[in-house]
């Protein structure tokens, strides 16, 4: 694995996972926070813990942010010291800067000034939620596969006993099966979507697929699941 | 088409009910600040300005006919914690809330949340993932144990059919789709004869642990 440095400003809920996960991935993080009790929080899942103000272009050099393969701006509420930093950032020739949005306005002004990427968690989990809520079959829809969602299928039935290279998911309806959902005795397993695997009635299969492609199953199946 | 309860129209309540109702469903938007209610108005069913800690309140708006609630009341935790108490007594089948920290979330739990989120969370495992290896471009972990990742192809991948390629196919590791650049488009479930280019996006699924021993190998 190559080991990589990150700068992660700003120890909100967001910056603190972020950050511990990495430390706990094996990689160099340097945690940045203006506050005492957000550092301690770090304390000893991180690389370093430096108090600064990430607003400060001084106190990021001082910091030795610089040397940071990417840089990571979570620093809450205020639009100003996350913009200022995002800055900073770049001016200090960090080649990657992401920064984490507050709303879509604060989003394109950091487009402008620079941020190799924007992020928004707040507005992305609300979105995948909706389309979870909307349509309970659907565990997931992927952010960067547009128009395909993950979702919960009950195998037709003129598939029963068939295995899944037999049944042609993907050649003929474009699916992919993830994995087989089953209940044996009384427990429900996960079963891997091995070509060689064969469907059992009351099988619950995890698909991805487009919405067309799904409707054209649903007809060629008698409208099963 | 189901019905919504959304209370609490901040920076997580607000796209989430405007995305609930652009996909048709019916969506009644509660926020104790009138500007908030007014800015959902013109795009959901119905929207309201109540305080959601009362129960009157909640009962005098019908939110017990709701097939399901979500409470996202920002940083006020104990109001989230008694609006999450009243709709389960109102007997609202399908709650959602978020958590401000892992403990809020246990108590939201307790009070009857059918589930818990925790987007500035989700979101930093997913980030970090992502930053983990240069060759996975986005990361997203699913239900039960399952973690879908877009990757860029290693030199050693490229130019080989999608069948030679050593993902972990005999622990379910597959790939979904490859997104082309040139031209620019998504082939879904990609047959096994299909030639991995350099310029491809590869999107492989399987179990966190085969996905994760790929991306580390």
Not at chain 2, 22 to 38: F, K, S
Not at chain 2, 63 to 91: C, F, M, N, P, W
Request: with cysteine.
């Amino acid at each position: 694995m190559e080991r990589r440095r990150f700068a992660v400003l700003g120890l909100g809920s967001f910056g603190l996972h972020l950050a511990r996960t990495l430390h706990e991935m094996g990689h160099e993080v340097l945690a940045l926070d203006q506050s005492r009790a957000a550092l301690e929080a770090v304390e000893g899942r991180c690389a370093r813990a430096v108090l600064a103000d990430a607003a400060d272009k001084a106190e990021l050099e001082a910091a030795g942010v610089a040397s940071a393969d990417v840089a990571v701006v979570a620093l809450g509420p205020r639009i100003d010291a996350s913009t200022l930093a995002t800055l900073f950032l770049r001016e200090l020739g960090i080649r990657e800067v992401i920064t984490k949005a507050l709303g879509l306005d604060h989003g394109r002004l950091l487009d402008r000034i620079g941020a190799t990427e924007v992020i928004y968690p707040e507005r992305e989990v609300a979105r995948q939620l909706a389309h979870r809520l909307a349509d309970p079959e659907v565990l997931d829809d992927l952010p960067f596969l547009e128009g395909y969602s993950l979702l919960e299928l009950r195998a037709p039935e003129d598939l029963w006993g068939k295995t899944l290279a037999e049944a042609h998911l993907r050649r003929v309806h474009k699916m992919a099966v993830a994995l087989i959902k089953r209940r044996e005795r009384d427990r429900e397993v996960s079963v891997p979507a091995r070509p060689t695997e064969r469907f059992r009635p009351g099988d619950v299969l995890v698909v991805l697929a487009r919405d067309e492609d799904l409707a054209a199953f649903r007809q060629a199946h008698g409208g099963a699941a | 088409m189901r019905r919504y309860a959304v209370i609490g129209l901040g920076s997580f309540g607000m796209p989430l009910a405007l995305e609930l109702s652009r996909l048709g469903q019916r969506v009644t938007a509660i926020d104790a600040n009138p500007e908030r209610a007014r800015d959902a108005q013109a795009q959901v069913h119905q929207a309201l300005v109540a305080d959601a800690t009362d129960r009157d309140n909640l009962r005098a708006m019908g939110v017990e006919q709701v097939d399901a609630a979500v409470v996202s009341l920002g940083g006020h935790a104990e109001a989230a914690v008694r609006v999450v108490l009243h709709l389960t007594r109102l007997g609202v089948r399908e709650i959602v809330a978020k958590c401000l920290d892992e403990e809020h979330g246990e108590i939201l739990s307790r009070v009857g949340a059918t589930r818990v989120v925790f987007p500035e969370r989700d979101m930093a495992t997913r980030v970090a993932r992502r930053l983990h290896s240069r060759s996975v471009l986005d990361y997203l972990s699913l239900a039960s144990g399952f973690s879908v990742v877009e990757l860029a192809p290693t030199t050693k991948q490229i130019g080989k059919r999608l069948a030679e390629l050593s993902l972990g196919q005999e622990q379910g590791v597959q790939v979904l789709a490859v997104k082309e650049l040139v031209p620019e488009r998504v082939v879904s479930a990609p047959a096994a004869e299909f030639v991995v280019k350099d310029s491809d996006i590869l999107v492989v699924m399987g179990p966190e642990d085969a996905v994760r021993a790929m991306q580390e190998g």
